[in-house]
C-alpha cells in the first residue's frame, strides 16, 4: 500500500502568518492527491483535488503544489476560521489512504 | 442540496455484527462511486471500503477485508457496511462519502455527519 507522510503533525501559526504543509507519498502517485479541512466536530470538508485544483466555493488563499512523491498545500494568509486539521489523500490505487493530518493552531 | 445520513451506530460487544446505512439525496445516486471513511476518537481518518457505481468496483482497506462488506440499493438511494467479527479497534465515526465519479478512485465530495460505533464488553 501506498503511505502518506505529513508534516509537521502540528503547527502553531497566527492570523496572516502563510502556512505550508507537506505531504510524501511512498511511491510516485502522480498529481492523483486529495486535502481536506476538518474542524472540530464536523465532517471533513474538500480543499483541493488533481494535487492543485481548488475546489468550488474554498477560498483562493488556499493552495496545492506537487506531483511524484511531494506535495504542499500553501495558506498564504491564515485567517481565523483556517484553523483546523489538513489531511492529504492519495488517489492512486484501489487502496485510498490518507496522511496522518495536520492541526494548526492558534499562536 | 447534496445530503447523506448515515444511521444504524451504537454499542455493540466484540465478535458481534453491526449494518449502517447510509441514505443519499440531492444527487443522482447510481452515477456515482461511494464511501465508507473512519476516525477512531481523536485520531486520523481511514479510509474504510468503496464501491463503484455499478457495485462493479468493490475495495477494502486491509484492516476489514474479510470481515466487512459494503453493498449499495441504487433503486434506494442507499449505501450499505456489514459489519462482522467486530473488534474493539474498529471503535471509531463512520463516515459515508460520495465520489467525485463513477468509479471508485476519486476524491470525495461531501461527507456525512458520521455515526458512532462503539466496540465494548
Known amino acids: 500500500d501506498i503511505q502518506l507522510t505529513q508534516s509537521p503533525s502540528f503547527l502553531s501559526a497566527s492570523v496572516g502568518d502563510r502556512v505550508t504543509i507537506t505531504c510524501r507519498a511512498s511511491q510516485g502517485i502522480s498529481s492523483y492527491l486529495a486535502w481536506y479541512q476538518q474542524k472540530p466536530g464536523k465532517a471533513p470538508k474538500l480543499l483541493i483535488y488533481a494535487a492543485s485544483t481548488l475546489q468550488s466555493g474554498v477560498p483562493s488563499r488556499f493552495s496545492g503544489s506537487g506531483s511524484g512523491t511531494e506535495f504542499t498545500l500553501t495558506i498564504s494568509s491564515l485567517q481565523p476560521e483556517d484553523f483546523a486539521t489538513y489531511y492529504c489523500q492519495q488517489l492512486n490505487s484501489y487502496s485510498l489512504t490518507f496522511g496522518g493530518g495536520t492541526k494548526v493552531e492558534i499562536k | 442540496e447534496v445530503q447523506l445520513v448515515e444511521s444504524g451506530g451504537g454499542l455493540v460487544q466484540p465478535g458481534r455484527s453491526l449494518r449502517l446505512s447510509c441514505a443519499a439525496s440531492g444527487f443522482t445516486f447510481d452515477d456515482y462511486a461511494m464511501h465508507w471513511v473512519r476516525q477512531a476518537p481523536g485520531k486520523g481518518l481511514e479510509w474504510v471500503s468503496g464501491?463503484?457505481?455499478?457495485?462493479?468496483?468493490?475495495g477494502y482497506a486491509d484492516s476489514v477485508k474479510g470481515r466487512f462488506t459494503i453493498s449499495r440499493d441504487n433503486a434506494k438511494n442507499s449505501l450499505y457496511l456489514q459489519m462482522n467479527s467486530l473488534r474493539a479497534e474498529d471503535t471509531a465515526l463512520y463516515y459515508c462519502?460520495?465520489?467525485?465519479?463513477?468509479?471508485?478512485?476519486?476524491?470525495?465530495?461531501?461527507w456525512g455527519q458520521g455515526t458512532l460505533v462503539t466496540v465494548s464488553s
Open positions: 464501491i463503484s457505481w455499478n457495485s462493479g468496483s468493490i
Open positions: 462519502a460520495k465520489g467525485d465519479a463513477a468509479d471508485i478512485i476519486n476524491w470525495f465530495d461531501p
